[in-house]
Each structure stands twice: as structure tokens, then as C-alpha cells.
């Protein structure tokens, strides 16, 4: 069976059991090579090493094809925003991410990633949208806090900033990127640090 027909069939809802193995096949081979994958915060700027590289190309060949099945799929969409955020392209990464949370706007990890990228891209009014949205979600979260408070600085809020960052520390004070957080906003509103253009 060729591509385009299976293509045709997903769009139908018509999909064979044979269409939907491989899919789930091939999605569960992609997924186990992000799952090897450093996270884009973890490696930071640091380029990927072989067989990381090596596992984002051969993932992004098997979720390129998923995506031609099933384009809704927001799964698939995420998982392709992982991948170009792997490769430090965040503004693809983004258009992934934002893809996905029109089916899913309350996912979380989606929510999280999306706004990773945003405030990479020093995007933050978007990034601000969807910490906010992300709190809102799950308000005793210190991280999503912390995260909020970066969107702010992004976007030269440094009193709300410092507000927020404040409450995520009170919320696990032991916690040290909440910690770093605070005290990079506490700094930023002394003047003793320029507001970030981008993370």
C-alpha cells in the first residue's frame, strides 16, 4: 500500500489495522530515541553529541512519517517539537508545540515546553501567556511559578516578577531553581542585573 493512499485512509477515518500497527510501530521507535535524548534545558547550549544527533535524525524520519498518517495526532506534534528543540531550532520547536496545544491546551508538558521555547526565542509575551496559563492550571507548582517569573523579566516586569518568583520559593524553599530564580529577580529589580532579552 502506497504512502499517499494510507495518508488518504487516516484522513478518512478509515484506517486498516495494518495502517494503525505500523503506526504505533513506528511512533514507538521514535519514542524510545527521545527518551535517550539529554533535555534542551539539561544540555543547554552545548551542541549534541554523535549518537544523540544520530537519534534525533532517525527519530525525525519516523514521526515525519507519523505525521503524514495521522497530522492531528498531538502526540506526534509534540514529539517533533522535541526533536527540533533537541537541535536548538526553537522557532520550528514552537510552531510544533503551538500545533499540538490547539488539541491540547491544558497539557502541561506541552505548555512547559512551548514556553521553554518561547522564552529561548525571547518571545515574552508568549511565554508570559503560557506560564500564566500553566500556573493557572496548577497554582502550588514552585517550578511553573519560577518559570512565570522568567516570562515577567522577559518582559520587564521585574516588581511582578520578583512577586511571583517570591511565592514559588515560599512554596519549597529547600528547591534551587526556585532559589536562583528569586535571587536573579531580586537582582534585575536593584539594577544590579539587565533584564534577560531572551533565556
Known amino acids: 500500500m502506497c504512502f499517499a493512499l494510507r495518508k488518504q485512509e487516516l484522513r478518512e477515518n478509515r484506517l486498516s489495522s495494518e495502517v494503525r500497527t505500523e503506526y504505533a510501530k513506528m511512533f514507538r521507535r521514535g519514542w524510545e530515541l527521545i527518551r535517550k535524548l539529554p533535555s534542551a534545558e539539561q544540555r543547554g547550549d552545548k551542541p549534541l553529541g554523535w549518537f544523540a544527533a544520530r537519534h534525533v535524525k532517525a527519530a525525525k524520519e519516523l514521526f515525519d512519517k507519523c505525521y503524514v498518517l495521522e497530522p492531528d495526532d498531538s502526540a506526534c506534534l509534540w514529539a517533533l517539537g522535541k526533536l527540533e528543540q533537541a537541535i536548538a531550532n526553537h522557532v520550528n520547536a514552537l510552531e510544533w508545540f503551538e500545533k499540538a496545544l490547539e488539541q491540547q491546551r491544558d497539557n502541561l508538558e506541552l505548555i512547559r515546553e512551548a514556553s521553554y521555547s518561547a522564552m529561548v526565542l525571547g518571545r515574552g509575551e508568549r511565554a508570559?501567556?503560557?506560564?500564566?496559563?500553566?500556573?493557572?492550571?496548577?497554582?502550588?507548582?514552585?517550578?511553573?511559578?519560577?518559570?512565570?517569573?522568567?516570562?515577567?523579566?522577559?518582559?520587564?516586569?521585574?516588581?511582578?516578577?520578583?512577586?511571583?518568583?517570591?511565592?514559588?520559593?515560599k512554596l519549597n524553599p529547600e528547591e534551587g531553581f526556585c532559589r536562583e530564580v528569586l535571587a536573579y529577580a531580586k537582582k534585575v529589580v536593584d539594577g544590579k542585573e539587565d533584564y534577560p532579552e531572551h533565556l
Open 128 to 169: 508570559e501567556q503560557l506560564c500564566r496559563h500553566a500556573v493557572d492550571l496548577e497554582p502550588n507548582n514552585q517550578d511553573l511559578m519560577a518559570n512565570y517569573a522568567l516570562a515577567l523579566l522577559l518582559n520587564k516586569q521585574g516588581r511582578r516578577a520578583l512577586g511571583v518568583a517570591t511565592n514559588a520559593f
